[in-house]
């Protein structure tokens, strides 16, 4: 019967995406879970947490093409604090880009860290727009692919799996376009400074 600690590894993790892909998790998982958000000051508190559980699920967006400072800095701390007995990894990592498959040097360094460290690596969901599905109809695709990986979690039966919005590219491209310029409006940056390379000259 699988225990499972789900950490959720974003900067912003409160009130982050990575939060609510973590609600979704904890909604289809029939086994017992307690979720953490991993702050700059909590590493030794949640490494003595994880005792105990047979499974650890880190929650997390893409950053910088890798994992974010937050999750890296964790995995510093819980390779010098082990558990006695150590939990499968799993992961769900989401990203604002449309293809799912940009995550996969992200999950790549987390299974890095278990091979070096003797963690055994579980299940994945790479999700693509991660940024932007839940608010679209096309919420149900993260929702299924969430039901999936909470049952395979559960039942130890390890899987990769990915989902994004069944748009065209060109579509997800001009709608993530429109979203930027007007966010960048509401703070007061204009679309010519938001596409420039040059940012000393504003």
């Known amino acids: ?76 701390n819980l390779e010098k604090n082990p558990p006695l007995k150590k939990p499968t990894v799993s992961v769900i990592v989401n990203c604002g880009f449309f293809e799912p498959e940009q995550n996969d040097t992200a999950v790549d360094m987390v299974k890095l860290f278990c091979i070096q460290n003797g963690f055994p690596f579980g299940s994945v969901l790479k999700i693509g727009g991660g940024e932007a599905i839940l608010g679209t109809p096309f919420r149900s695709f993260a929702e299924r692919k969430i ?11 390890h899987c990769v799996l990915k989902t994004t919005m069944p748009l065209p590219k060109r579509i997800f491209i001009k709608a993530s376009d429109s979203y930027w310029i007007e966010y960048g409006r509401k703070n007061g940056a204009t679309e010519e400074e938001m596409r420039t390379m040059s940012i000393e000259k504003f």
């Open 1 to 76: 019967m699988a225990e499972i600690i789900i950490l959720n590894a974003s900067p912003r993790a409160p009130k982050s995406n990575s939060r609510l892909y973590a609600d979704i998790f904890i909604k289809n998982c029939k086994e017992k879970t307690e979720y953490y958000n991993i702050s700059k000051t909590n590493h030794k508190e949640l490494c003595g947490k994880i005792n105990g559980f047979t499974d650890i699920l880190f929650v997390f967006p893409l950053y910088a093409d890798g994992i974010p400072a937050t999750l890296l800095g964790f995995l510093k």
């Open 147 to 157: 039901r999936t990986l909470a049952r395979r979690v559960s039942d130890g039966r």
